[in-house]
């Protein structure tokens, strides 16, 4: 019942932008953190991105390009990418979690970006 639900990703060209977009919705309350994490073929997941309880970090790749933006009462959280590279290219997953009762995870489906000519 509790789902992320991302949008916005696509395909773009080298030096352009997209925005991601990521909603909360079901059962889900007193989220701490939301973020943004990326797998690209053959890579490991990491941390593009996040809000924790108020304090951004970014992943270094992408500081000063990317900028993430959180709305705590509508349980939303963007991704504004600004020049995209190849190497941006991945599959983006919208990451809340909540440490109350206990900590716990949640994770969207995923949205493909590609930064292609």
């Known amino acids: 019942q509790v789902q992320l639900v991302e949008s916005g990703g696509g395909l773009v060209q080298p030096g352009g932008s997209l925005r991601l977009s990521c909603a909360a919705s079901?059962?889900?309350?007193?989220?701490?953190?939301m973020g943004w994490y990326r797998q690209a073929p053959g890579k490991q997941r990491e941390l593009v991105a996040v809000?924790?309880?108020?304090?951004?970090n970014y992943a270094d790749s992408v500081k000063g390009r990317f900028t993430i933006s959180r709305d705590n009462a509508k349980n939303t959280v963007t991704l504004q990418m600004n020049s995209l590279k190849p190497e941006d290219t991945a599959v983006y997953y919208c990451?809340?979690?909540?440490?109350?009762?206990?900590?716990?995870?949640?994770w969207g489906q995923g949205t493909q970006v590609t930064v292609s000519s």
């Open positions: 079901g059962s889900i309350f007193n989220i701490y953190a």
């Open positions: 809000n924790s309880g108020g304090v951004i």
């Open positions: 990451n809340a979690i909540t440490i109350s009762p206990r900590r716990y995870d949640y």
